[in-house]
């Protein structure tokens, strides 16, 4: 089955306590991207990797790092989490080409909690 | 930069009752459109898409309609049912970077 794994789904620890949400496509997509989702603002880009060893900024990159080593995994990074950064996290992976207009396939979220 | 604008909600609605939520998009070039809904406790679903201007995406009884000249997307349902009821997210790619609207909450009541 075709899909978009993360892990954990849910998270509360504490300001300064590094951690990452792995997540992992079984698609062999090139294009994959983490999303924030908070109330009244929708999803926001943190990071987006379109192929192994190339990420770049979206629109909310501070106080995240991503890596992509593998083609198939694309951990997000948070190396001193502070409470402006409890959200809900979506992972997505899409085919990617020039101009693509493949839709992503998101994972089911991740629900962190940053006391 | 891109950006797209949702109809506020929440929007409350009977069964079999006619659905419209708007979406207008500014976009510096010539994007990709899409609606994604998100069921409770799920991650998005792409819903329906159209890549260009007078396309017609369509699907499990949605429309919309890509309108260049009015820089819209409306999404529409003539009957809506229970199993609707989800948040309903407007989006636009454009060259790799999609970006998404507030959200739109849809409860339909029996």
């Known amino acids: 089955e075709a899909q978009v794994t993360q892990n954990p789904r849910y998270l509360i620890t504490v300001t300064g306590k590094k951690l990452t949400v792995t997540c992992s496509q079984n698609?062999?997509?090139?294009?994959m991207s983490w999303y924030r989702q908070d109330p009244g603002l929708g999803l926001r880009q943190i990071y987006y990797?379109?192929?192994?060893?190339?990420?770049d900024k979206g629109d909310v990159p501070e106080g995240y790092k991503v890596s992509r080593k593998e083609k198939r995994n694309f951990p997000l990074i948070l190396e001193s989490p502070s409470p402006n950064q409890t959200s809900l996290y979506f992972c997505?992976?899409?085919?990617?080409?020039?101009?693509?207009?493949?839709?992503?396939?998101f994972g089911d979220g991740t629900r962190l909690s940053i006391l | 930069g891109n950006s797209v604008t949702q109809m506020e909600g929440p929007v409350t609605l009977s069964e079999e009752a006619f659905l419209t939520i708007n979406c207008t998009y500014t976009?510096?070039?010539?994007?990709?459109l899409f609606w994604y809904v998100q069921y409770p406790g799920e991650g998005l679903q792409l819903l329906l898409k159209?890549?260009?201007?007078?396309d017609k995406g369509s699907n499990k009884g949605f429309e919309a309609t890509y309108r260049k000249e009015t820089t819209s997307f409306h999404l529409e349902k003539g009957s809506v049912q229970v199993s609707d009821s989800a948040v309903y997210f407007c989006?636009?790619?454009?060259?790799?970077?999609?970006?998404f609207g507030a959200g739109t909450t849809v409860t339909v009541r029996a």
């Open positions: 989006a636009l790619l454009d060259d790799y970077k999609l970006s």
């Open positions: 976009a510096t070039g010539y994007p990709s």
């Open positions: 159209a890549t260009k201007a007078d």
């Open positions: 990797s379109m192929n192994v060893e190339v990420t």
């Open positions: 997505a992976s899409s085919l990617a080409g020039p101009y693509s207009n493949q839709p992503q396939h």
């Open positions: 698609m062999n997509h090139e294009y």
